[in-house]
């Protein structure tokens, strides 16, 4: 799977949009790229993906670049709920299930 | 309906001891994965069942790490002679489909100290 590239932490007041950046430079056709969060002493949760469309479901938003070599995630309205770790996992479309987790970004909301 | 639960939540052992930590799965997922987390990186993939199979176990460090599903539903990772390194969040997630991409629903974990 591609490596991925993102700022060890964030911050974002509350109410604000939180926007997470990453970096797959090495992403291949076949590779989708996965969001997924976690809260401290929890398992991580899904929260999107997409292979090049962007794309948007309750929780956030997925701005993938044309070219494919980075994103952004998009949380619209940050609560403090929203502080966790995020990671951007790239990942084989077929034939590969497991997910590779970097160290993420720890994003912090401010009241 | 019920998340993929873990037991148990936490667990203190001794060096040298073994440990079997389980997974329930949420009903009716076919895929079944372990992942490990040290403290402050992020987890790292063990072992993926399809079914009672694994499918992949390139990810279990050495031969004292092992897991089973014997079933297609609960698995157990079991840990012989525990060392000091062991000690870690060992998370369980399932997923529903065999056909990739998937998402993958996580358990809470079990943390190991390893005295």
């Known amino acids: 799977d591609a490596k991925t590239t993102q700022p060890p932490s964030m911050d974002c007041a509350e109410g604000r949009a939180a926007n997470l950046p990453c970096n797959h430079s090495?992403?291949?056709?076949?590779?989708?790229v996965y969001w997924y969060r976690q809260i401290h002493s929890q398992g991580p949760q899904y929260i999107i993906h997409g292979l090049k469309n962007n794309e948007t479901n309750e929780m956030a938003s997925l701005i993938i670049t044309e070219d494919r070599k980075s994103s952004t995630l998009i949380l619209p309205h940050a609560t403090l709920r929203d502080t966790a770790v995020y990671y951007c996992?790239?990942?084989?479309?077929?034939?590969?299930?497991?997910?590779?987790f970097g160290t993420g970004t720890r994003l912090t909301i401010i009241p | 309906g019920a998340g993929v639960s873990q037991t148990p939540s936490n667990k203190v052992t001794e060096k040298g001891k073994y440990v079997e930590l389980r997974c329930d799965p949420i009903s009716g997922h076919t895929a079944l994965y372990w992942y490990r987390q040290s403290l402050g990186q992020g987890p790292e993939f063990l072992i993926y069942f399809q079914g009672t199979g694994a499918a992949d176990d390139s990810g279990l460090p050495n031969d004292r790490f092992f897991a089973v599903r014997p079933e297609g539903s609960v698995s157990t990772l079991k840990i012989q002679r525990t060392e000091r390194g062991d000690s870690a969040v060992y998370l369980c997630?399932?997923?529903?489909?065999?056909?990739?991409?998937?998402?993958?629903?996580f358990g809470p974990g079990t943390r190991l100290t390893v005295l």
């Open positions: 996992i790239v990942r084989v479309a077929v034939g590969n299930e497991k997910l590779t």
């Open positions: 997630a399932s997923s529903p489909q065999v056909r990739s991409p998937d998402e993958q629903f």
């Open positions: 090495t992403i291949s056709g076949n590779e989708y």
